[in-house]
């Protein structure tokens, strides 16, 4: 059995891309994933392509990584997944390496499908294939890839994993985004799962101008605060600590339900619950482990205002940090923020167009500084309004605090 101070000690862990001690939420992504799943166990296509965006650190690959496990729990060797990320692949032939994997029978098709594409292919070793000959063009290699798929789908119905998707390669993405909508056009038992951060829409257009549009999007904003005091109290109550209704809304309050600083509270807790030898948390176990939890949170606040500063993008990110301060951190609507940012644009000097406009509304969509949400109207039979909310309002805070006096 293990020793339950050693348990606690390693219940909650931030940002390391482990799965959480208590995935919380997420329900229409993992229906979603699970119905795809038994289509494939059927050896049926998925029914559309899946992509999950959101801003860094609401988790993305923790959903995937959990997703992942329990397929693998659930339908063991019925089925395939392979985990990627676009930095394990500079070009197609990395890519089909990866996919071939180890399969000799699928390594020798592979090669018949693309020898006269590779200058050098060493599939065997996995990684390591010369890049595709530029003076061929992209259909054949996509008609080599859907081939390739087919053959793979006949032997394990495949799902691919293509986590930090918003650095997929154009070209690459091109090939591949066509290739797997036509395999499963075709009823080949496959399913490509794609997450990024928000910029990742951009992204896929420039591969393929409908991939977007046909496949299940999954917007992944912060936890809801039901949620948020679960992925806390869940992991707790596992190792027999009391958590009042108090003392949870107290830590979602201060974490604003981001998934990542809900980790970091409840490591400080759990670490503050081992030192001490209680098994309750308290509003003054809080009060004990506030000075490191925000000292942890600040690591990523500083780190996300040198990214701001090196995108030349503080005094907008002040000014954006403003308004929301004056609208009681609420969703402002698309509009009222791109015309603030217009406005801004031209204080500072700079061309103040539509398009300048919409380049720093990216990029701060990129880095997570601000979120896209749809609001539904009070008023009813009325559209939902197209908002922008902040992606941490505690970041806006730290952002605005370093104007000089
Ligand atoms: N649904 C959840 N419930 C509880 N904890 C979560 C949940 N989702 C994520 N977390 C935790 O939040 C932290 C950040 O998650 P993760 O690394 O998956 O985010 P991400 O969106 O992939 O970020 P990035 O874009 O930087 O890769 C991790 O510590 C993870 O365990
Ligand atoms: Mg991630």
């Given at each position: 059995m293990i020793n339950p101070d050693i348990k606690l000690k390693n219940l909650f862990h931030a940002g390391d891309g482990r799965i959480p001690p208590?995935?919380?939420?997420?329900?229409?992504?993992?229906?979603?994933?699970?119905?795809?799943v038994d289509l494939l166990i059927q050896k049926y296509p998925a029914d559309q392509n899946m992509i999950i965006y959101g801003p860094r650190g609401n988790g993305k690959t923790a959903l995937l990584r959990y997703l992942q496990e329990a397929v693998?729990?659930?339908?063991?060797?019925?089925?395939?997944?392979?985990?990627v990320t676009?930095?394990?692949?500079?070009?197609?032939?990395?890519?089909?390496?990866?996919?071939v994997g180890n399969d000799q029978n699928l390594i020798?098709?592979?090669?018949?499908l693309f020898e006269r594409m590779f200058d050098d292919f060493t599939a065997s070793a996995n990684i390591g294939m010369a890049s595709v000959k530029a003076s061929l063009k992209n259909s054949?290699?996509?008609?080599?890839?859907?081939?390739?798929?087919?053959?793979?789908?006949?032997?394990?119905?495949?799902?691919?994993?293509?986590?930090?998707?918003?650095?997929?390669?154009?070209?690459?993405?091109?090939?591949?985004?066509?290739?797997?909508?036509?395999?499963?056009?075709?009823?080949?038992?496959?399913?490509?799962?794609?997450?990024?951060?928000?910029?990742?829409?951009?992204?896929?257009?420039?591969?393929s101008a409908t991939f977007w549009d046909k496949s299940s999007i999954f917007p992944?904003?912060?936890?809801?605060?039901?949620?948020?005091?679960?992925a806390l109290t869940t992991p707790l109550e596992s190792c027999q600590v009391a958590c009042s209704e108090e003392?949870?809304?107290?830590?979602?309050?201060?974490?604003?339900?981001?998934?990542?600083?809900?980790?970091?509270?409840?490591?400080c807790i759990a670490d503050q619950l081992v030192r001490t030898g209680d098994r309750e948390v308290t509003l003054e176990t809080l009060t004990e482990v506030e000075d490191m939890a925000i000292a942890k949170c600040s690591s990523i606040y500083i780190h996300r205002f040198d990214e701001l500063n090196m995108m030349g993008l503080v005094p907008l990110a002040i000014d954006i940090g403003g308004?929301?301060?004056?609208?009681?951190?609420?969703?402002?609507?698309?509009?009222?923020?791109?015309?603030?940012?217009?406005?801004?644009?031209?204080?500072?000097?700079?061309?103040?167009?539509?398009?300048?406009?919409?380049?720093?509304?990216?990029?701060?969509?990129?880095?997570?500084?601000?979120?896209?949400?749809?609001v539904l109207s009070e008023i009813e039979k009325r559209d939902p309004l197209l908002c922008y909310e902040p992606g941490i309002p505690s970041l806006m805070k730290f952002v605005r605090g370093q104007r000089r006096p």
């Amino acid at each position: 059995m293990i020793n339950p101070d050693i348990k606690l000690k390693n219940l909650f862990h931030a940002g390391d891309g482990r799965i959480p001690p208590y995935l919380a939420g997420r329900e229409p992504e993992r229906k979603n994933f699970q119905d795809c799943v038994d289509l494939l166990i059927q050896k049926y296509p998925a029914d559309q392509n899946m992509i999950i965006y959101g801003p860094r650190g609401n988790g993305k690959t923790a959903l995937l990584r959990y997703l992942q496990e329990a397929v693998q729990k659930e339908a063991g060797d019925k089925l395939e997944i392979l985990w990627v990320t676009p930095s394990q692949f500079k070009d197609l032939a990395q890519l089909v390496g990866l996919i071939v994997g180890n399969d000799q029978n699928l390594i020798k098709k592979a090669l018949k499908l693309f020898e006269r594409m590779f200058d050098d292919f060493t599939a065997s070793a996995n990684i390591g294939m010369a890049s595709v000959k530029a003076s061929l063009k992209n259909s054949k290699e996509m008609l080599a890839l859907e081939d390739l798929l087919r053959e793979k789908g006949k032997r394990k119905p495949f799902i691919l994993i293509i986590d930090e998707a918003h650095s997929l390669q154009p070209d690459i993405g091109q090939i591949l985004l066509n290739a797997s909508q036509n395999v499963r056009a075709e009823r080949c038992p496959f399913f490509l799962v794609l997450a990024g951060t928000p910029n990742l829409q951009t992204v896929l257009n420039q591969s393929s101008a409908t991939f977007w549009d046909k496949s299940s999007i999954f917007p992944l904003g912060r936890l809801s605060e039901k949620d948020a005091r679960k992925a806390l109290t869940t992991p707790l109550e596992s190792c027999q600590v009391a958590c009042s209704e108090e003392v949870s809304m107290e830590v979602t309050g201060r974490s604003q339900c981001y998934p990542y600083f809900i980790q970091i509270w409840g490591s400080c807790i759990a670490d503050q619950l081992v030192r001490t030898g209680d098994r309750e948390v308290t509003l003054e176990t809080l009060t004990e482990v506030e000075d490191m939890a925000i000292a942890k949170c600040s690591s990523i606040y500083i780190h996300r205002f040198d990214e701001l500063n090196m995108m030349g993008l503080v005094p907008l990110a002040i000014d954006i940090g403003g308004a929301f301060a004056e609208n009681g951190n609420q969703p402002l609507p698309i509009q009222e923020l791109e015309d603030l940012v217009r406005l801004s644009l031209k204080k500072l000097g700079e061309p103040a167009n539509h398009e300048t406009v919409q380049e720093n509304m990216q990029k701060l969509l990129h880095i997570g500084y601000v979120w896209k949400i749809s609001v539904l109207s009070e008023i009813e039979k009325r559209d939902p309004l197209l908002c922008y909310e902040p992606g941490i309002p505690s970041l806006m805070k730290f952002v605005r605090g370093q104007r000089r006096p």
